[in-house]
């Protein structure tokens, strides 16, 4: 079974407006990490967002939410106020176990976000 | 901000020739990784290096892969006679940057084997 799964291949979004991009995860670990990396055409892998299984509050970094629903093992991202520099390939990935330095990621397809001018 | 740093960018090989990437990644972190997405794929974990020894590895680090600490801060990953699927983005990643709960990654070393 995948551990990380991303339905959305793609998805388009008005600039301005604000979008969801989902992420499902399914472990038995009762101590585990959610992440969010943008990767823009470039190339590179750029941390967005952690969440962590025992975080009782959503996860904000500026623009960018955490939408935590443990018991749906769902992970989804929320991006406000999208912009055109928004546009890239958006990872959900996960660590199993309480330390990130001891455990590996585990990482989804991917979702090719499009902000449309 | 602490950064990872992979060379080279992009590397471009002869299949059957060795090549050997290589990363400094963010100080004080005795854990240490490599990945590898081929073009359009998902990201996939190859091997974690703990304390100057390898701790995991992936079905995908077979025997013509290796990961070695040259000195006190760089790593490399060594594959030693490249495949055409061996083409891909290599990321080096540590934790730190963001947080110790957080992997900090390179910019990447495109891999491209003709």
């Known amino acids: 079974a995948q551990k990380i799964t991303q339905t959305q291949p793609g998805m388009f979004v008005q600039e301005k407006e604000a979008v969801t991009l989902d992420c499902t995860y399914d472990t038995s670990d009762p101590s585990y990490g959610l992440f969010w990396y943008k990767q823009p055409s470039s190339g590179e892998m750029i941390f967005l967002i952690y969440?962590?299984?025992?975080?009782?509050q959503n996860a904000t970094e500026g623009r960018y939410s955490l939408n935590f629903q443990k018991a749906r093992k769902s992970a989804n991202l929320v991006i406000s106020a999208s912009q055109l520099g928004d546009s890239a390939m958006y990872f959900c990935a996960m660590r199993e176990g309480r330390e990130t330095g001891a455990n590996n990621l585990f990482f989804g397809t991917g979702t090719r976000l499009t902000v449309i001018p | 901000e602490p950064e990872v740093t992979q060379t080279p960018s992009h590397q471009v090989t002869q299949m059957g020739q060795e090549v050997i990437l290589r990363c400094v990644p963010i100080s004080n972190h005795l854990y240490f990784y490599w990945y590898r997405q081929i073009l359009g794929q998902k990201v996939e974990f190859l091997v974690s290096f703990y304390n100057n020894e390898i701790s995991e590895k992936s079905e995908i680090f077979d025997d013509q892969f290796s990961v070695e600490r040259p000195d006190g801060s760089n790593f490399t990953l060594k594959i030693r006679s490249t495949k055409l699927e061996d083409s891909a983005m290599y990321f080096c990643a540590s934790p730190g940057g963001h947080g110790a709960n957080v992997l900090t990654f390179g910019a990447g070393s495109r891999l491209t084997v003709l």
């Open positions: 969440q962590g299984s025992y975080d009782q």
